[in-house]
T-cell receptor, first 118, second 116 residues
Framework: GAVVSQHPSWVICKSGTSVKIECRSL??????MFWYRQFPKQSLMLMAT?????????EQGVEKDKFLINHASLTLSTLTVTSAHPEDSSFYIC??????????????FGPGTRLTVL | AQSVTQLGSHVSVSEGALVLLRCNYS??????LFWYVQYPNQGLQLLLK??????LVKGINGFEAEFKKSETSFHLTKPSAHMSDAAEYFC??????????????FGKGTLLTVNP
């Protein structure tokens, strides 16, 4: 149980275009999901907290107008990178907290999406 | 604010040797502690976690870690390294306040290489 999927697994786009990344909790509901960005050979940096039915909470320094987050259902959160530029190229990973007692305070991670902006 | 320090960005061991990956945290109260493993171009997989109870925690793939409050440490060990253990390892913490505050703070990661 507690599987998180992401789609697409990789995407290449031209500079100036927008890209949407989906994060789904497959066998559990997630009122909260998290979006991380990971640059090569670096750690994960939390970008924002996605909240079902309300606005996302962004970490300091993350442009909310550039990284649009929509959490429209209990199993789906989307991250849209608007007007993407080469510096947005990165590995984007989402996660969702476990709901079972055995998974208390544990987060389950998606497989990640590799974004390359040309 | 919480922080996590992983000593050694790269650790290299021989197959069959002891693996020791170090993690220290900084927090006003002991947080919940996690070790994750990441293989290339993949997401993170939980190895083990400490929340409450026994301070020696056993995880998957033969890994274990011991929470030492006095040393603010949560080092990861494995008695005998296997080639398949080669990966990036991240130590992470989250507040122990429970509820919906699940924000994870990650260390910078340690790349483990295993030599034949």
């Amino acid at each position: 149980g507690a599987v998180v999927s992401q789609h697409p697994s990789w995407v290449i786009c031209k500079s100036g275009t927008s890209v949407k990344i989906e994060c789904r909790s497959l066998d559990f509901q997630a009122t909260t999901m998290f979006w991380y960005r990971q640059f090569p050979k670096q750690s994960l940096m939390l970008m924002a907290t996605s909240n079902e039915g309300s606005k996302a909470t962004y970490e300091q320094g993350v442009e909310k107008d550039k990284f649009l987050i929509n959490h429209a259902s209990l199993t789906l959160s989307t991250l849209t990178v608007t007007s993407a530029h080469p510096e947005d190229s990165s590995f984007y990973i989402c996660s969702a907290p476990g709901v079972a007692a055995s998974a208390y305070n544990e987060q389950f991670f998606g497989p990640g999406t590799r974004l390359t902006v040309l | 604010a919480q922080s996590v320090t992983q000593l050694g960005s790269h650790v290299s061991v021989s197959e069959g040797a002891l693996v020791l990956l170090r993690c220290n945290y900084s927090s006003s109260v002991p947080p919940y502690l996690f070790w994750y493993v990441q293989y290339p171009n993949q997401g993170l997989q939980l190895l083990l976690k400490y929340t409450t109870g026994a301070t020696l925690v056993k995880g998957i793939n033969g890994f274990e870690a011991e929470f030492k409050k006095s040393e603010t440490s949560f080092h990861l060990t494995k008695p005998s390294a296997h080639m398949s253990d080669a990966a990036e390892y991240f130590c992470a913490v989250t507040p122990n306040s429970g509820g919906s505050n699940y924000k994870l703070t990650f260390g910078k990661g340690t790349l483990l290489t295993v030599n034949p």
